[in-house]
């Protein structure tokens, strides 16, 4: 079956209420009860959460074939815990499971040989990088993958979709009572904003820390009384890894050309006023948008009412400077970041459900004025692919993309014309990411066109000297450069599910054929 | 039937899995699915939560006969949140409404004619005073009120026993997004714990405050996506009332001097160590403790780990002077208990069921070294009444009363022997609110006893000079001062059942016979 963005979607995936994508606001006002965890309650005093070692936990746990674990991404590329938990419950031959991460990447590089024995059989991700993302794309998965924005992972677990038996979350401190923070020791990651849906609707809840903190460790981002152990390992993460250090600023000629293109774009439409709010990516092209704006908001007098998003050092220096009143932070990108949320009480963390959750009463995304995004691909209907590469691996992440496109007024995708000798403006995408329908501006190093459904913007930026053109003249460029790209070849065997933010499907990925 | 503190339990009102008392763990390792909320998603961006006034929010809310409808009662005496809603829902004629309140008193004296009308004909509250607590004493109530401790409460929201249709939750100020706090405007109350679980699991949720803030309000106790309306009114209460002034410490030797019994008790017992966890009510001699408590921590060199419950200001005091590291604050009883939540970062505002829930992972209550706590009467057995009065009134609050004393590991009770020629102590309470135990010191000004459970307890106040006595000893003093008292007589009606902790009747309470 076809769905809104041209997309056949095989039959077999439509089933148990599954739909095909129809539209980015099809699901407005849908009424739902929300799912709710079974909890074994704890009704004597002082019972003793604090485990000896993570394997008497995990035996504690009672772990059957077929479960539901969840883990979650703060720790980035350095995380220990979803390989040490999971080296143990392979050993223990458990199989059939299904992991339901926030992302996966690098650091979940030994989970390969569990998908080819059995052991993990189903996945939900947004991120599928790396190892892990070429396994999946090989097929050597036995369910094809669930893709998630950030915001579909919290709704498909507030409405039941996803059922989670065990969440397993590291921390940089936890107290005896099960208060968990990213704050603290020798592994912080800043916030905990993707375990939060984890804690409160999973029905077993482990946080697992190499800092135990005496006394009560709050602010808590996960509560004691959603946690039924705690776990002290000697290490949750690698530091190094965890939050990287400063990201540098792109000094790349073209890249800054495209960050100033897009802060013009902003500073010429109509949100751009005292308070607005406003998200960016931390690609070179987008970070440094930062640098840019803070000119045009000295011009016009005004700051901006909160910034949002993954948080990395040129938003925490804005904050700092006072040209952002607020910090609305789900993810620590650096270690700027993490100092600032646990230390400026402007710069506060907030939970994926109040980041990105469609199926909430209004999450952030709703209010966000700009979001400037990047693409691997886009089409001439303005449709986004930011989790397969143009070889036909999987190795993105929707991330907060389809989320935020479809909660801003001005959603602006940042993204060069051409990226070696392969072309981003293309006719056709290898896999639909986020719908055209949500994204408003493309800008390009060769030129910036706008979706032809936002007149009131294109009429705003007509007003400024920017190298305004249509998508297809960027599209036939991009042609007479490279060519038209040779269609890759896929197997018939569906290896992922692209799944838009509100449960419909946006597309499937197939298997390169060899 | 005949429940566990021997209060015979009529079985009209043990239908739909109510039980009678069994203990107080009877519960422990209870497993149930919490119940959930049904969610309106809001999808599209930007939607206006903002309404114009509170008849047009209510008229939106599509408000039937039958419904259960929520309040909270942080602005205490100065409330006038339930008082305006419930006079304009008057107004529409709509019937047969169930109100659940976390406490209702003075501010609340308007239900009295919708009781009598049939607009409200069910209740569940913790406080029942005043003007509502005596209509509900004689009887006007068509079916009896619950009442219910904090923790109580709770557990009956989250195990789906109240299924609330709307919250209305008053704030001292929201943003409109629905991120609502008890911070900021002229009518701050510092904490909305009492809201938390009714903002997560009513099926409809209103902001009212007088103070529409710019930007985000953050940090924000209720957040906005779990909000549907933000409605602004000129007040949502009086400042004067809401949180008095600085209570004044008592002189009254009497309470003095069971202060300082209280305090040695405290000193001369195990958990009396660094890091120690300690909770106090609001009455005279309750709030005396911590004067005397200081010279004893100080002798130790010891400090407070936590500090817990509703706050007043000689606990903060005793934060602010290093004596305590933490304030777990459920309800801020004074002007200094409000600020101090507001300014110091080691006194937190938690949710009432971190504070005291008996059916969730583990409350705070679980680990509580000490709480001290008041009695209107207590037996022989050292069962508690602190909900009605020797006259069959029903005039008090059980409150966190049963919570903590279930959990705190050591209980004590202080409370004058006699008070104006009626015995505190005495062979039969008029009703039981708190199991004896539960209970294990009583301190009072003729005398200190030790709960016969608690031999070791006994053992560690031996050393001391307390003067010690049985419970029976205490009575027969009593009785030769005031001689036994005539026994009350009721009518066969039932007007309101005391409900335990978790759930099962430790009591009912019958119409007083006029």
Redesign the interface.
């Known amino acids: 079956m076809k769905n809104k963005v041209g997309r056949e979607i095989p039959e077999e995936f439509l089933q148990n209420g599954v739909e095909v994508f129809q539209g980015?606001?099809?699901?407005?006002?849908?009424?739902?009860?929300?799912?709710?965890?079974?909890?074994?309650?704890?009704?004597?005093?002082?019972?003793n959460?604090l485990q000896n070692s993570l394997r008497e936990t995990i035996l504690a746990l009672n772990l059957k074939d077929g479960m539901t674990l969840s883990f979650h991404h703060h720790f980035r590329n350095g995380d220990y815990i979803c390989a040490q938990v999971m080296e143990i419950i392979h050993e223990l031959g458990i199989k059939n499971l299904f992991i339901c991460a926030s992302s996966l990447g690098k650091a979940q590089a030994n989970l390969v040989p569990m998908l080819e024995d059995g052991t993990i059989t189903g996945i939900s991700t947004s991120g599928v990088r790396d190892e892990i993302g070429r396994a999946i794309s090989e097929g050597k998965l036995a369910q094809p993958a669930w893709i998630r924005s950030h915001g579909g992972r919290v709704r498909a677990i507030e409405t039941g979709e996803i059922k989670i038996d065990v969440a397993f979350i590291g921390a940089a401190s936890c107290d005896v009572?099960?208060n968990a923070s990213g704050k603290g020791g020798k592994s912080e990651c800043g916030v905990l904003s993707y375990a939060d849906v984890d804690a409160k609707y999973a029905d077993q809840?482990v946080v697992i820390t190499d800092n135990v903190v005496?006394?009560?460790n709050?602010?808590a981002s996960i509560?004691?009384?959603?946690?039924?152990y705690v776990v002290k390992v000697d290490q949750v993460g690698d530091p190094a890894k965890i939050a990287g250090g400063a990201i540098r600023m792109t000094k790349d000629p073209r890249e800054l050309k495209m960050a100033a293109y897009c802060a013009k774009v902003v500073a010429a439409t109509q949100w751009f006023k005292d308070?607005f709010s406003f998200q960016t990516g931390a690609g070179g092209a987008s970070l440094a948008v930062t640098q840019f704006l803070r000119s045009y908001m000295d011009e016009a007098n005004i700051k901006m009412?909160?910034g949002m998003g993954g948080i990395t050092e040129p938003m925490v220096d804005m904050l700092h400077q006072g040209y952002i009143?607020?910090l609305?932070d789900d993810q620590a990108f650096d270690i700027p970041a993490v100092k600032s949320v646990h230390s400026d009480p402007t710069h506060?963390e907030i939970?994926c459900?109040?980041y990105a959750?469609?199926?909430?009463?209004?999450?952030?995304?709703?209010?966000?004025d700009y979001v400037i995004l990047g693409a691997l691909e886009i089409d001439t209907n303005f449709n986004v692919n930011v989790v397969q590469g143009s070889d036909g691996l999987i190795q993105g992440a929707p991330g907060g993309h389809p989320d935020t496109a479809?909660?801003?007024?001005c959603t602006i995708i940042v993204a060069p014309l051409l990226r070696s000798r392969l072309a981003t403006v293309r006719r056709e995408l290898t896999s639909v990411t986020t719908p055209g329908e949500s994204v408003d501006v493309l800008v390009t190093d060769y030129g910036i066109a706008v979706n032809p459904r936002r007149q009131d913007i294109l009429q705003q930026l007509q007003k400024t000297d920017l190298p305004l053109c249509s998508i297809e003249e960027l599209v036939e460029t991009a042609e007479k450069i490279c060519g038209r790209p040779e269609p890759i070849k896929f197997t018939d065997k569906v290896v992922a599910l692209v799944e838009y933010r509100?449960g419909t499907l946006i597309d499937v990925i197939r298997q390169v054929k060899k």
Chains 1, 2 share one sequence.
């Open positions: 980015q606001y099809y699901r407005d006002n849908y009424e739902y009860t929300k799912a709710a965890p079974t909890v074994r309650a704890y009704v004597k005093p002082d019972r959460k009572y099960g809840v005496p006394g009560v709050m602010p509560k004691g009384i959603d946690v039924d308070g009412g909160w009143r607020a609305l506060y939970s459900s109040e959750n469609p199926l909430n009463k209004g999450a952030y995304v709703n209010y966000l479809a909660g801003a007024k509100d």
